[in-house]
Structure formats: structure tokens, C-alpha cells
């Protein structure tokens, strides 16, 4: 991947730091990867969008920083660079990332040796994947992963699969308008919702946030 620049940027949680390499913004796009965009059917405008650091992404991490995750199994789900989970790993936490991306692991890889952190357990997968090893969780984490509609019902569908019978769901969403319908099937699969607006965003973000944090139970 040496066609590509990349950029090193460093995210405080109170007295914890993050350093992360990602891509230097999303115009990076390695042309040496046709086959590959082939292959997972991704397209050279949404290649970059993985490796950068969403508002969704510092949102959601903020919040989880300080969340009870002793004694539980966590999965973040299109992780992407993955800002959460390199935080809850850095806390010892039990957390597994996902991503359909063939790009992710490596730098979540290469995260975790510039925090100085064990690797993190990665499974590339799609939501549509019936066959993946994950198993069950207790907290399912993501940011802005309601992106497409029609994306809805297998997203749904994938959580769904790997949340215990007693799961906690919290998805930092930016307002893309696809919540409403997620929310129902998720109703649906006996979960419970609240959804309410993170505190202090303009603390860390150099733009307003527009969305929402939503939380789902089943009890």
C-alpha cells in the first residue's frame, strides 16, 4: 500500500491516549487494488471511506469510554479504523471487531502495535454472512452503519445473530434516516429502545452533530 499516504492523529479520553494511523483523507484510493474492488464489489469511491475517523465514530467512543464492559463479550460492527475498540482494548476489555473491508485488519493490526496493545480478533465479514465463527455477545457496538437502506434488514438480521439473549446495542448514528426502520425489526427481534443526543460533542468535533446515540435492550 505504499501509493497511499497516510496521517497519524492522536484521540484523549481523559488520561488515555489513542494514536491511530488512517488514510490522510478520503481522496487516498490504492489503484493497485482492481482485482480486489472486483472481488468484494467495492467501488473506487468508497474504498477510502474505512480509514478515515468519523464524527459517528468519536461520538460513540466517547460515550463507551467510561461504560461497564467487565465480564462482557463486545463486538463492534463495521468498525472501520476501529476507535472504539482500540479504546476498550486498551481497558482490557474482551472486544472483537468486524468489518466487510479487506483493508481493516491491517491497520487495525498496525493500531494496535502504535498503542502498544494486543492485536484485536478480527473477522472480515458481510452481514449477510450465514457461516462466520463469531459466536454470541453481550454488547454489540457502531457507528454509522445505518448508512444504506437497504442494508437495513441484514444488518438487523446479522446483530440479531450474534446478540445473547440478554444484549445491550448501542449505535452512534448521524442522522442519515435510516434508524426508524431499524428500530421496528429490531422491536421486532424483543428489544426495547431509547435513542437521546451525546453531551459536549463541540468539545471534540469541529462541526455540530446532527444525530443521535440509540441504545437497544433485551432483557
Known amino acids: 500500500m505504499s501509493n497511499i499516504r497516510v496521517k497519524y492523529n ?15 483523507d478520503k481522496q487516498e484510493y490504492d489503484n493497485e487494488k482492481e482485482q480486489e474492488l ?19 465514530s468519536q461520538v460513540l467512543a466517547k460515550y463507551i469510554k467510561d461504560y461497564d464492559v467487565k465480564d462482557k463479550r463486545v463486538l ?6 476501529a476507535l472504539s475498540s482500540h479504546l476498550l482494548n486498551s481497558k482490557n476489555a474482551d472486544i472483537t471487531a468486524t468489518d466487510y473491508h479487506p483493508e481493516v485488519e491491517s491497520f487495525l493490526n498496525d493500531n494496535s502495535a502504535l498503542n502498544k496493545l494486543k492485536d484485536i ?25 445505518l448508512y444504506e437502506r437497504w442494508h437495513i434488514e441484514e444488518l438487523a438480521s446479522f446483530v440479531n445473530k450474534h446478540a445473547k439473549k440478554k444484549c445491550e446495542i448501542i449505535i452512534s448514528d448521524p442522522g442519515r434516516g435510516n434508524h426508524a426502520k431499524f428500530s421496528k425489526i429490531m422491536v421486532t427481534l424483543g428489544f426495547s429502545f431509547m435513542q437521546f443526543k451525546p453531551k459536549k460533542t463541540d468539545e471534540y468535533l469541529t462541526k455540530a452533530f446532527k444525530g443521535q446515540l440509540i441504545k437497544y435492550t433485551r432483557e
Not at 449477510?128 to 457502531?142: A, M, N, Q, V
Open 10 to 24: 492522536t484521540y484523549e479520553f481523559d488520561k488515555i491516549d489513542i494514536h491511530l494511523k488512517t488514510l490522510r
Open 38 to 56: 472486483n472481488e468484494y464489489g467495492i467501488s473506487s469511491a468508497t474504498w477510502s471511506l474505512f480509514g478515515v475517523v468519523w464524527p459517528a
Open 76 to 81: 463492534e460492527v463495521g468498525c472501520g479504523i
Open 121 to 145: 480478533p478480527f473477522k472480515r465479514t458481510s452481514w449477510s454472512d450465514e457461516d462466520d465463527t463469531l459466536g454470541k455477545f453481550d454488547l454489540i457496538i457502531g457507528s454509522d452503519i
